[in-house]
């Protein structure tokens, strides 16, 4: 059934009654033409391209816990395409485009909100390497403009863009295309999609081992339902990459670190836009429903235990209490953690992998969420097509040896 | 103001002091010892909050933390704080409270007409409609979803409260200070444990304070409750007591996050006490006596300002002292709200009805409330509620039965039974075992050193919650190596045991599709609302939770959970444990921004490093900007002076004259040993073994993967001593870089390394007439051409006081850096300065510094470079020492890509237009108006004005740009192309006849 | 806040230790004869395992010491650590003491 507010109204004078499943519970067949592993909003999202771009129905997605559990269902949900270097502007770009009519191509609100992501410049430094960010995005075609302190208390009018704080604000580059969405819609939007195509969606089922014949091919997963065969395997576990990986045997240059978040509880609207600033740790936005979101770095050590230290935490809230002095007597009402798998470049990889018919999507660290559509459906192309989409050539991992890294993190390096 | 809701008994309320308060702007009386919920219903106000979603007219139904309705905003200003629960709220004089997500009044609120939209509000309504067009999320539907959205407002003015944090360390933290928490405690205490007893509310004593007839070894309770307290204060020297005190989060290696509120509940804090206090314990063991939550019943309009959870209409009563209503219906499945209403009836309420869902209810209280008269009535379900701000009657049913009497009242008591607190256990990672008899998940294996005790291990009586208690401290105080202590008993009477309980939705003769019964109450989330999930597809309780937004509001499901998961089950045709259960977060009630963020604020926030001539610079008018931590020295302006003025001036004096700079900032390192100089040629690409002692030398250090990292000039002390100085951000690292090699990998060598750069001030003085500057101050070094030749270094004396002496430019002209004790900096710098005057040099700043540097083509770590800039990229390849087997970094400079043709190579870049100043940052193209998409040749990393071309120059990164000398290349802005003439990186005196004068 | 043993200073808070990765990686004794494969394995290819990890920390706040640590990366509970250069642990032996 279509959603619709004339469908919503329909069904509302039958209570509601014959709203169908949005998703169909399959137990899988002995074989597909691919499986994807991890159904996450990648995985979920590139299941439902290789259905629809690529023509490939008989796939199933499975997963070990719920689908959308991991990361999509627990990061805070920035939007943005303004990085620094050509791949992975043309690779964030392809997303928020993809993004821009998301909700109409999966019939499924997915609440993107182009409300701005505006990150704060605090030194000198900071002024040079966002100005370049700004006009490296203009030659791409990609929105990103410069903004004094004024301007940008202007479009954040809580923001403290006093002299005499710690670290001034010197100015802000502002993507106004740049936004929010609804993490969880968006998983759902993507299965419910993918399922009414045809793709096969298991959850509970964990994937315990790969299994590869003679020539090192892959030739179908052990999982906790059983062998199902199949010969192509698109690894998209986040932050069990590593783990997933080794049972082919291939090791990764990913490690997995505890990513942690919070909300405050629902206030009236006073944020109109997402707030970052790089230099002292913190970003913030306010959902729909009124809570602040905020966020910061890692913890320093790698664990998947979904936790992290307190200190992080306190850190995060001292520096958003710096940017907005009025928030210091809101409340934190849940803290939460994610495991993500960082690469040494701080960029993904998106690639074929030594084994032939496994493909992996991973290491998109701290901001996997804003890429979702767009790795999926360059994802997909690669697993059709044995080859990657030009968009994610360069997110090899043979970059690792050739040293054609695409290092995002690096530019922040500090001056004299 | 009449008192005819008070009962005759005051409970814990002191009625001879009175209070005045006002609850949106009407003024009431309470008293001490009164919340701000208790003091309303004493004036007869049940309505104090409308719903999240549909504006539903409110009522509190708890009396603790837990409450998910009576959310009220208190104070005013920048003091004004939002979302805080009425039950919590202590009461002082002049407090000002107010309603919230109300208009235009709570009584009258536009937003209700939600209510009647209801039908198409259902869950997950707004993922199947507002979507078109693509931009109307975002103008229209979204903007109204969210004013309608929130509940409180935050202030727009600062906080001007200020909070602190403390870590604590103790043998025992006791987590709750009910009978299970307070025994604990106690027989902890008693072994000489160091203890540290918490609790959320201002008194200690937990339920034992709502007590009336019980008493523990012959005394009342209360009574026990204040001597238990007093021993244990007469233990200050061993036992900390926190009441107010919230433990919300429990940490990896029995790390728990405690806060306190210091002075919410006082008229006039004191200004000088923070208004939380952070605590960060580490416990060796912990007692977790957190109780239990009263579980509302799911009924249709079961949420009617009116309508409150049985015990805590008890507490209101017997604590507080107030009836909260005349004439009460008890709908229960628990013998626990015969208790309630055997007290209410006490203080004056009429039971007009217990309905009891159970087929029988035979134990000890629904005996006693039989004999008292009290019309009980078993397999009696309550099945709706009439009124609209106030509810005004109960709809019963007897169970299997479509008829259903209405009995009027004000005020129906509901209890479910109780869902024990395991929400600490849950976050120290100890698994939750579902018990099926009760049909509560309590405490199962522990995976930290921990237990719990009392109602939040599923003990249900008070006589087992002393015995856990009791056994809980003794056994935590030994495992904490503490003494063994002696076993306690107390020997309760007055007490009677209730059992019992039920989840999920009451049943009822109306269309389920049709009512509403509330599961979760902020969030609006009713019984149906939970079948249309699981209909949807939404089969784990994450989804399930996630789509109708159950358990997700301030209370964090602490009333709801358990009942929305028993709903979902029943409509999944699963067992409770099959459908699992969220994960319980941290922090277990809100808690401040301000306390997490305690001290870090201000000027507090990171600290602040200064050089020894901060003042000076300061007194001088300087502009500083901040570089790492430190605050440095960024331009000079004289009156009437912009920076671009200054840093022209400054930039010709020096050229011209001499200039007088402070760079003490640049990291020192001192590098020691008989195999220092070896240990040197693994860190820096450059060769050290044949640089004599009293030279210097330009040192370029990589990353392993073969990235510039850090560079700076590096002096022979002696033959094995090297004074090498880093960039001022990169300090810290460059030292870390060092020792991990030092330690790991080449333990072998004998080297010690020492941070040096808060040792020395440096003044560096530079220009033509920096010799003669410092000539009439040093003692003891020639520092004449021919014995000190550039790229030297000297020991000798300034003014009497020991200096390294260094011949070195930063600037393209004669300088030094004279580095001294850091005591005598400021000393120095003024000895320095008097004779600088004298040939009319100035002092001047990074900005300067980082001109000149320009015009040399020297480059600057983090500006010409970016992380993936190789030292062939800058034209650096003559500070390798080719003839070194091996230095970090080495190996990686012949991957593939880093010795491609096409690589981007430091270039200088001369506008066509020579006024033109071009901006860092901007990209480099081959043509003057690239269509989007074209891929940029590289970047412009530096740009100035020059006072000594005349002209402006920059710095760039291209691609292959040494092979375009003399090439024109565009660089793209908004307002059109600048064309640029690639040129040679050195601007000025390219042969260098400058620094050898 | 993570309780870190230093096998020098004893327990400390984490908040004195810098991370510095996974342990026993060791950089290879001639580089220049390593292919570019073996030379990104040692760069950028880690373990990174769910279970017990041997990783670096530096306490950088107090001895200022590297030295090895195993930490189950699941619970964060630490089961050993030991000075930079001794040899790796018997991980299994190390479960079995955990476990008594």
Sequence with gaps: MRFSFLNLAKQALSAHRHWPEQWRFPEPKAAYDAIIIGAGGHGLGTAYYLAKEHGLRNIAVLEKGWLGGGNTGRNTTIIRSNYLWEESQGLYEHSVKLWENLSSELNYNVMYSPRGVMMLAHTVHDIQVFKRHVHANRLQGIDNEWLTPEEAKEFCPILNISPNMRYPILGAALQRRGGTARHDAVAWGYARAASAMGVDIIQNCEVKGIRRDPSGAVTGVETTKGFIGTKKIGVVAAGHTSVVMGMADVRMPLESYPLQALVSEPIKPIMPCVVMSNTIHAYMSQSDKGELVIGAGTDAYTSYSQTGGLHITTHTLDAICELFPNVRRLRMLRNWGGIVDVTPDRSPILSKTPVKGLYVNCGWGTGGFKATPGSANVFAHTIAKDEPHPINAAFTIDRFKTGRLIDEAAAAAVAH | MSLTLRAKRSGRVDRTKPLSFTFDGKTYRGFEGDTLASALLANGVHLMGRSFKYHRPRGVITAGSDEPNALVSVGSGARHTPNLRAPQVELYDGLVAKSQNAWPSLSFDVGAINNFLSPLFVAGFYYKTFMWPNVAWKKLYEPIIRRAAGLGTASSEPDPDHYSTRFAHCDVLVVGSGPAGLSAALSAARTGARVILCDEQAEFGGSLLSELHATVDGKPAAQWVEEAVAELKALAGTVTLLPRTQAFGYFAQNFLGLVERVTDHLATPDPKLPRDRLWQVRAKEVVIAAGAHERPMVFPDNDRPGIMLADAARTYANRYGVRPGGRAVVATAHDSAYQAALDLKAAGVSIELIADLRKEANGPLPMAARAAGIRVETGMAITGSTGRLRVNAALVSKLGTDGEEAIPCDLILMCGGWTPSVHLFSQSRGKLVFDDARQVFIPGESAQAERSAGACKGSETLAQAFEDGFAAGLDAAAKAGCAQGKATQVKLAGVLDAHGGFLGAVPHPHDAGRVKAFVDYQNDVTAKDIKLATREGMRSIEHVKRYTTTGMATDQGKLSNMNALAIAAEALGKPIPAVGLTTFRQPYTPISFGAMANHSRGDLFDPVRKTATHAWAEAQGAVFEDVGLWKRAWYFPHAGEDMHAAVLRECKTVRDSAGVFDASTLGKIEVVGPDAAEFMNILYTNPWSKLEVGRCRYGLMLNEAGFVMDDGVVGRIAEDRFHVTTTTGGAPRVLNHMEDYLQTEFPNLKVALTSTTEQYSVVAVQGPNARKIIAPLIDGIDISNEAMPHMSVRLGKICGVPTRLFRMSFTGELGFEVNVPADYGQAIWEAIWAEAQKYEACAYGTETMHVLRAEKGYIIVGQETDGTVTPNDLGLDWAIGKAKPDFVGKRSLTRPDLVKADRKQLVGLLTVEPQTVLEEGAQITLIGNPPAGTSALGHVTSSYQSAVLGRSFALAIVSAGRARMGETLYVPMPDGPIAVTVTDPVFYDKEGAKLHV | ?100
Excluded at chain 3, 14 to 41: K, M
Excluded at chain 3, 71 to 81: F, N
């Design chain 3, 1 to 100: 806040m993570l309780l870190i043993p230093c096998p020098h200073c004893g327990n400390r808070p984490e908040l004195e230790f810098r991370y510095a990765g996974e342990a026993h990686i060791a950089r290879p004794a001639d580089p220049s004869t390593t292919s570019d494969q073996e030379w990104a394995e040692y760069l950028y290819f880690r373990s990174n395992p769910k279970g017990l990890h041997i990783e670096r920390w530096r306490h950088v706040s107090g001895c200022a010491r590297f030295f090895n640590c195993v930490r189950d990366t699941v619970s964060d509970k630490i089961l050993k650590t030991y000075p930079a250069g001794q040899p790796k642990p018997d991980l299994a032996e190390l479960v079995k003491e955990a476990g008594q």
